[in-house]
């Protein structure tokens, strides 16, 4: 297994446009989230799936933001319309439903320019 | 609220023990994280411990929590160059928005040689 793994690990846009990024989990793990990481903060959570179904969303998932994660297998987190507030390190991170441990890919850095 | 705070920096000599602090405001957690993020990096799951622990200890690190304070620490003997990062505590919670972490802003770990 290797672990959560995100792609690209960096992407540098121009404000206003759309952004894709990918996640790929731990293939036995139901529950997929996305954080967000400014610098020098802790990650903020974004939301959350469980298999295909979005749980749960944050308030900082502006309707600028979509995720899907459509077989319940890999996610996708899309951004529209960027602003360079977006610029931040996104997170994704990987659990069994009722698992204690919570696994993070490497991230991917968006900086919007 | 969810409030988790930590202080931002701590420094130690090689060869000594780090104690790493971190306070929460929630007495519903469930579990408590300890996070390790190296730069440019994702986050690195350290340990954990339920809540209705009082220690965990795991090869040179040891967590201790106590309820009646919302105190949580985190111990790491024998310091080496390569705990150098920024350690974040977390915790899950039961109520509300349940099944997300939430993160402190993290305490930057330096090592001298």
């Known amino acids: 297994d290797t672990g959560v793994s995100q792609d690209p690990r960096h992407k540098i846009t121009k404000r206003g446009q759309n952004v894709t990024f990918r996640c790929d989990p731990i293939?036995?793990?139901?529950?997929l989230y996305w954080y967000r990481q400014t610098l020098g903060q802790g990650p903020e959570f974004l939301t959350y799936?469980?298999?295909?179904?979005?749980?749960?969303k944050s308030r900082l998932l502006s309707d600028r933001f979509s995720a899907e994660r459509p077989k319940g297998s890999f996610s996708t987190l899309e951004i529209q319309r960027t602003e360079q507030g977006d610029s931040a390190m996104y997170l994704c991170a990987s659990s069994y439903p009722q698992g204690a441990e919570a696994f993070f890919g490497q991230g991917t850095r968006l900086t919007v320019v | 609220g969810e409030d988790v705070e930590q202080s931002l920096f701590l420094s130690v000599r090689e060869g000594d023990s780090s104690v790493i602090n971190c306070t929460y405001t929630?007495?519903?957690?469930?579990?408590l994280y300890w996070y390790k993020q190296e730069p440019g990096a994702g986050l690195q799951l350290l340990t954990y411990?339920?809540?209705?622990?009082d220690m965990k200890q795991d090869q040179r690190l040891t967590v201790l929590l106590n309820k009646k304070d919302k105190h949580l620490s985190l111990r790491i003997a024998d310091t080496q160059t390569g705990d150098s990062a920024i350690y974040f505590c977390a915790e899950k919670l039961t109520t509300g928005s349940a099944r997300q972490l939430t993160f402190g802003s993290g305490t930057q770990l330096t090592v001298l040689p």
């Open positions: 799936f469980q298999n295909e179904a979005q749980l749960e």
């Open positions: 411990i339920f809540s209705n622990m």
């Open positions: 293939s036995e793990h139901n529950r």
């Open positions: 929630d007495s519903s957690s469930t579990y």
